[in-house]
């Protein structure tokens, strides 16, 4: 049986090839820098960079197999993700990143069909438990934790 020509990784690859090059191109004559005091030039030249091992990734792939297909759009999923981010945004204010961020992974799980609420529950928790100390004790951002009625 011929191999066949993964299209869609292979034309996605080049794709990225060529804006990571027309990048490299454009920010040319912009000072690099150092990583400790980066110029101009140094964050769109190391993206530019990352973008290319992408491409580069997508190229090879394409051309070593076969096309796999696509899987079908879960509505599920279009659903849950989206409402999971306006949830967070509308109870951050109002609940607390605490509870925000319990109810965001709670509805994030829900997009997939192995969502299992225990589970989901277990990990929102321990979530919210990172979120409030990395944002709020360590970064120290102006996050409430709980709503006022906690005080």
């Given at each position: ?18 804006v ?8 040319r004559?912009?000072?690099?820098g ?7 030039g140094?964050m769109?030249r ?15 792939r394409?051309?070593?197999?076969s096309?796999?297909?696509i899987?079908?759009v879960?509505l ?5 993700i ?5 949830l967070f945004?509308?109870?951050v204010?109002f609940?607390?990143?605490?509870i ?13 069909h192995e ?6 529950v277990?990990?929102?928790v ?15 951002l102006?996050?409430?934790i709980?709503?006022?009625?906690f005080?």
């Amino acid at each position: 049986m011929p191999k066949r020509i993964d299209w869609p990784d292979l034309l996605l690859g080049l794709f990225l090839l060529l804006v990571a090059t027309l990048t490299l191109v454009a920010t040319r004559k912009l000072g690099i820098g150092t990583a400790a005091n980066m110029g101009p030039g140094y964050m769109p030249r190391v993206i530019a960079i990352a973008v290319m091992l992408f491409g580069a990734f997508f190229t090879g792939r394409g051309l070593l197999r076969s096309h796999l297909g696509i899987a079908r759009v879960q509505l599920r999923s279009l659903i849950a993700i989206p409402l999971a981010v306006a949830l967070f945004s509308l109870l951050v204010e109002f609940a607390g990143l605490a509870i925000a961020s319990l109810v965001t992974i709670i509805v994030a799980a829900y997009a997939t069909h192995e969502f299992r609420a225990r589970e989901a529950v277990i990990f929102g928790v321990a979530i919210a438990a990172l979120s409030v100390l990395l944002f709020v004790q360590v970064l120290s951002l102006p996050l409430p934790i709980w709503p006022d009625v906690f005080g």
